[in-house]
């Protein structure tokens, strides 16, 4: 019986909610825009334009961002 390898590596952008053009808010910066998502399953970053500190590049593990 030959049993397959599962080596493979599953690559996503981030989650559906964070994708490009999506308005967030953080709790120190407040509210955003999404400009980009990348990342694998448990990395995901995103980069978010806030009005008020300008691009910022943000881990979801740590961002809590809130979608609005």
């Known amino acids: ?20 053009g999506v308005r967030v808010k953080h709790p120190k910066w407040g509210i955003g825009v999404v400009r980009d998502s990348y990342g694998e ?5 995103v980069m978010v334009n806030f009005s008020t500190v300008g691009v910022k590049r943000l881990s979801l593990k740590f961002a809590n961002l809130e979608r609005l």
Request: no cysteine; charged share 30%.
């Open 1 to 20: 019986r030959i049993t397959p390898k599962r080596s493979r590596t599953v690559e996503f952008t981030a989650p559906s909610i964070f994708l490009p």
């Open 41 to 45: 399953t448990d990395d995901v970053k």
